[in-house]
């Protein structure tokens, strides 16, 4: 999940800050193929579109919560509705 707004970093979504040169939500999204994990499901909300633009989330299957100001919950319950879609073990 990565649908907050980085209300605790000043407004800058934690999903887009930068290690390495890339956003950290791409690193999670290879730590967890280099794991072993997939297919993998990713839930984006604040600044959705802009973290489509910067990370490389090729492969994944992108869930954008509309209500990601609600707080986690509802990102993660929409993200269980999306992987009960799916043949995935969640």
Request: charge should be neutral.
């Amino acid at each position: 999940m990565a649908a907050g707004g980085g209300r605790r970093l000043g407004g800058r979504p934690k999903a887009l800050l930068e290690h390495r040169g890339r956003p950290l939500i791409e690193h999670a999204v290879r730590s967890l193929r280099d794991g072993g994990c997939g297919p993998l499901h990713v839930v984006l909300g604040a600044a959705a579109e802009e973290v489509r633009a910067r990370a490389d989330l090729s492969g994944c299957a992108v869930t954008v919560n509309p209500d990601w100001e609600e707080g986690m919950g509802s990102s993660l319950r929409l993200g269980l509705a999306a992987l009960s879609a799916t043949d995935a073990d969640a």
